[in-house]
């Protein structure tokens, strides 16, 4: 059963505007969240992160949310450019799963120039 | 720096064949994963060794086996492929802070099998 859900499989968004990328989780045991960011033949890369003491994170462009009570987390870029075309995963973990992190299926960002 | 290499990048094999796909990595992590990545299925956990000497099922593990050979290498291995373990692989590390699991994964960049 998935426990990490990205329902959009793919979000086309013109350069210089937000995009938006979702993520919803069942288990409320977890306590720590991670987006990553795909490339076509590359293992993902990190891209930014948030405890769930927290409700935002920012890096740069990229901002993390959390609402624990919707159990839902989004991934704002702003402004959007065309090298921030992949595909975005989310994961949560907790202390409670070990060393496991579980992941979402994934949403394809295309920024149009 | 390397960071998590593994090998090869791309096999074919023959259904009832066998093969280990190979992960190193030299960050001095304490975790490593074996992932498999499948279209609308996201990433999924096969096994994981949270230190050296010790490894546990993740989400899929039927079908395969690993070995934590030391602290830098983790291998997967198929017994007897079949064609539903075409996919592709991924090998991660990780550090856990201190008590806490808040380390990052760090990817290798994939092994692409087809098992016909």
Known sequence: ?113 | NAGVTQTPKFQVLKTGQSMTLQCAQDMNHNSMYWYRQDPGMGLRLIYYSASEGTTDKGEVPNGYNVSRLNKREFSLRLESAAPSQTSVYFCASSVPSGGLLTGELFFGEGSRLTVL
């Open chain 1, 1 to 113: 059963d998935q426990q990490v859900k990205q329902n959009s499989p793919s979000l086309s968004v013109q350069e210089g505007r937000i995009s938006i990328l979702n993520c919803d989780y069942t288990n409320s045991m977890f306590d720590y969240f991670l987006w990553y960011k795909k490339y076509p033949a590359e293992g993902p890369t990190f891209l930014i992160s948030i405890s769930s003491i927290k409700d935002k994170n920012e890096d740069g462009r990229f901002t993390v949310f959390l609402n624990k009570s919707a159990k839902h987390l989004s991934l704002h870029i702003v402004p959007s450019q065309p090298g921030d075309s992949a595909v975005y995963f989310c994961a949560a973990s907790s202390a409670n799963t070990g060393n496991q992190f579980y992941f979402g299926t994934g949403t394809s960002l295309t920024v149009i120039p």
